[in-house]
């Protein structure tokens, strides 16, 4: 089979691009290299490489041809620095998904799978949350990611191409960013300890989060691959563990000092998810256990 993956050298899109190689298949990766928070890009030799934006539809629209599945995760993807620039936000996740649907559309894929933002969810609804939830976006980072999921619907509704959007809820493991002051929190903190500075506490720290582990992500993806379920076409899932911990917590997990820094706009308080839609329909369940993976880190460095 023959795939497409936008931010194919990225954290989560690697990962992606690794197990659909594993598995045989023809994998054709699309990156710009523009994710200032990544320390280095991972690219997989045995895949087709192209540095090209999502937002040029000539030099992207070739690409498609013969496609199955489309793996949608190139984004202006930090909340932070999109509301620092919020025109490159919209272009790249909003005009970027556009283009991406579109070249699909063109090209007969037979599907397009979207990954999009949990903090769409904003402050309004208690967790945990569900997808069946009105949107809150607090920040020009949530409002384009929910452009681009109003955009798959769209796709699916009118045109008829198949798409699946997920929302993670904080993605950690290995080749997560960790450059900048903006890098997710996990990652941050590790470099910390690692260089021997003190773990930067936004605000009180006693914001909650549901953590993620990268592999239930990748599998995640893997089943909305090969999915026949007409349930799950033109629908949004949340993809986290079901469980959150608050920042205290993990920084108690890693060990060391810290510090706490001001508050930041534009965040929600408290993320939990509500995965029963995804195991229902897809069949997918995390196994991931923070705890241990940051016990295991840690042990290692």
Known sequence: MKYLVTGGAGFIGSHIVDRLILDGNEVVVIDNESADSNEKFFWNNKAKNYKLDITDYDSIRKLFNNVHTVFHLAAE????????????????NFLGTMTILQCARESGCDRVIYSSTSSAYGRKNTPPLREDMPNDCLNPYSVTKSGGET???????????????FRYFNVYGDR??????????????????????????????????????????VEANIAASKTSDKLAFGELFNIGSGINYSILD???????????????????????????????????????SLREWIENETRQN
């Open 77 to 92: 993807s930090r909340i932070q620095p999109a509301i620092k620039n919020p025109i490159k936000a919209a272009k790249v």
């Open 151 to 165: 955009l798959c619907k769209m796709y699916t509704d009118l045109f008829g191409l198949n798409t699946i959007t």
């Open 176 to 217: 997560q960013p960790l450059r900048g002051e903006y890098a997710p929190v996990i990652g941050l903190f590790l470099r910390q300890k690692k260089n021997s500075l003190p773990m930067t506490i936004v605000g009180d720290g006693e914001q909650r989060r549901d953590f993620t582990l990268i592999d239930d992500v």
């Open 250 to 288: 993990l920084v108690e997990m890693i060990g060391g000092e810290y510090k706490h820094i001001e508050p930041r706009i534009g965040e929600a308080r408290v993320s939990l998810a509500d995965i029963s839609k995804a195991k229902s329909i897809l069949g997918w369940e995390p196994r991931g």
